[in-house]
């Protein structure tokens, strides 16, 4: 019984945990969820104020926009279209380079004459000659400045709007909020003032946590948590005195302004809280019922199951002769006597077994030997096959040898010596329209002699052999590569003591394959080569920034040829004794390292 109790609190207290941790996970999807929703608001507020900058500057491009006429009929129209067209509902208007009004839309007779370099804040803002948008000044509202220069670039006034944080425009592009609930959205300056709010009384007025919400807003950082309001705010109806609460804020990229959105902590996670309650509810039930249930069986039990606990220790001393006795028809009844048949039928198990674990080792014995005999064949397989195809790949480096031995000595000479014959006969010749025949005929065995020479470096490259396995590598990427502008970077540099000639011959035509696949297919700008020495290994890397490619979509491809030229690259450093790495992923470029031992 104490066991069953122990197993159920075991069981009610991981539940618990489990709904505590569940619980946090949900309270943490809530807030991102929140920090998401108020960054897609801060977005589309930052494409508002960009599309109403844009509506500024194009004031300027307007046919007939010229400051420096005196005729500003072109540029009434343009504020004109610009005000019925953009946010600016507190009105648009143009600056000279002083600050001086040019004219407004609407026009309004107040502000005939007036200076806006006066104030010292627009003043400040317009130093730098971009565009911005401000924070809110003074009563009037968050003002946007747009630049106008003249066609030598040279600044020749300001265009500019008032934003109304009140008007029908300005709340429209609020998300609709339940306002039974206790959630709001906030747009705040860089000042801690409220530019505007989902609950219009909060408007123009400073907010609490002002000053953290500043810093916020001048590093361009987010934030989303909890936080204590313990000022009282009537503009928040039927809250005061508040609580916890849950912030999460976004800082504008357009303007020095942030998006808050705020509600109540409890409101917010009500949902998980009930959860955690239920699940507390539900344990004490379970628990107290497990206790009543173990009680009762435990009674039922205890007897018979000690008297099949004696059987059940004389079986496994030995005993299989003394029968178990029987209590009655119950379930424990039934087990005893399904015990007692288990009895019988395990003494004659027992003498049947040890007959077949006889049997079973004498066949285990003869399996294993035919097991060793058939890994020893197929060892043999394996190491014929390498051996095989180590004299597959010498004899094809040889027969490359040979034909590039053979083209070079006799083919490239006799298409030297019959150019040299060509320019001869040229010289000689007076018929100009033969001379140009034979310039037709010499400039073909040119070609076909650089194609030979070519020939000649793919099948074997004589800078291998004279100069060593890092410089040949270097000229033929270089060869390769840079035609097709791609940027290459050595890092590294060879021993002074040259490699064995086979290990030489098996890694450059690695790097060749690598390479030549970079030309055909990676699309690369830049790759990296490396090469490294150390402890008995040389090393080397070749790295690109192309387009990769998906590996387990080359191994199930039902094109067999696909692929062949990375297995040989394989086959060859396995050859070796080395390693060979491919590390590669769609638009994430492709890596391959090579590793040989120098015995």
């Not at 379970?286 to 039990?301: C, D, E, Q, R, T």
């Not at 590569?481 to 890694?507: D, N, Q």
Request: hydrophobic fraction near 40%; aromatic fraction near 6%.
């Amino acid at each position: 019984m104490v066991l069953v109790i122990m197993g159920m609190l075991v069981i009610i207290g991981t539940l618990n945990i489990s709904g505590y941790l569940g619980m946090q996970e949900n309270i943490q999807r809530t807030f991102q969820e929140r920090l998401t929703l108020t960054q897609a608001i801060a977005n589309h507020w930052d494409y508002i104020l960009q599309q109403n900058l844009s509506r500024l500057e194009a004031v300027s491009s307007l046919p007939g926009v010229d400051l420096e006429d005196s005729d500003l009929t072109p540029e009434k129209e343009a504020l004109h279209n610009a005000y019925l067209n953009s946010i600016f509902s507190g009105g648009v208007f143009l600056l000279n380079t002083q600050g001086a009004l040019l004219w407004s839309e609407p026009y309004r007779k107040e502000w005939s004459g007036r200076d806006l370099f006066t104030n010292p804040t627009i003043k400040r803002l317009l130093r730098d000659n971009r565009p911005i948008i401000s924070s809110l000044i003074e009563d009037e509202g968050p003002f946007a400045f747009m630049p106008i220069k003249n066609w030598q670039g040279k600044l020749v006034g300001w265009v500019g709007g008032i934003m109304n944080p009140s008007s029908p425009y300005f709340m429209h592009n609020f998300p609709a909020l339940n306002r039974n609930h206790t959630g709001y959205l906030d747009i705040i300056d860089e000042g801690g003032r409220v530019i505007s709010s989902s609950i219009p009384q909060r408007g123009l007025k400073p907010t609490d946590h002002g000053n953290y919400l500043s810093n916020l807003i001048q590093t361009k950082k987010t934030a989303v948590g909890t936080c204590h309001s313990c000022h009282e705010d009537t503009s928040l109806v039927g809250r005061t005195g508040r609580a916890q609460e849950v912030i999460a804020f976004v800082p504008l990229a357009m303007a020095p302004w942030g998006v808050s959105i705020r509600q109540a902590e409890a409101e917010v996670l009500a949902p998980a809280r009930g959860m955690l309650r239920r699940i507390l509810m539900y344990s004490l039930f379970l628990f107290l019922l497990a206790i009543v249930l173990a009680w009762g069986i435990g009674l039922s039990i205890t007897r018979p199951v000690n008297s099949l606990t004696q059987a059940a220790q004389r079986i496994s001393s030995g005993d299989l002769e003394e029968p178990i006795p029987v209590s009655g028809q119950d379930e424990i009844g039934r087990l005893a006597l399904t015990f007692d048949h288990m009895r019988v039928k395990l003494k004659d198990s027992i003498d049947t077994i040890e007959q077949w674990n006889r049997e079973l080792e004498q066949r285990v014995k003869e399996r294993t030997k035919e097991l060793e005999t058939s890994q020893a064949a197929l060892k043999r397989k394996e190491l014929a096959h390498q051996e095989l195809l180590k004299k597959v790949i010498s004899a094809q480096e040889d027969e490359r040898k040979r034909m590039a031995r053979e083209l070079h000595d006799e083919t490239s000479q006799s298409l030297s010596a019959l150019i040299l014959a060509l320019d001869t006969q040229m010289e000689k010749s007076p018929d100009t329209s033969f001379k140009k025949k034979l310039q037709d005929t010499r400039s073909l065995a040119e070609e076909i002699l650089d194609g030979i020479h070519r020939l000649i470096f793919a099948l074997r490259p004589a800078m291998l052999d004279d100069l060593g396995l890092l410089p040949a590598i270097q000229w033929y990427a270089q060869r390769q590569l840079e035609p097709l502008g791609v940027g290459i970077t050595f890092e590294g540099k060879e021993e002074r003591e040259r490699l064995p000639a086979p290990i030489e011959t098996a890694i450059f035509r690695v790097m060749q394959e690598a390479i030549n696949n970079i030309a055909k297919h990676a699309q690369a700008e830049n790759v990296v080569i490396g090469y490294s020495q150390r402890d008995q290994m040389v090393s080397i890397e070749i790295e690109d920034d192309g387009k990769g490619f998906d590996v387990e979509e080359l191994k199930s491809s039902t094109d067999k040829k696909r692929g062949l030229g990375l297995l040989g690259m394989k086959e060859r450093i396995n050859q070796l004794g080395g390693s060979f790495t491919l590390e590669t992923a769609p638009a994430m470029g492709t890596r391959i390292t090579i590793e040989a031992p120098l015995s």
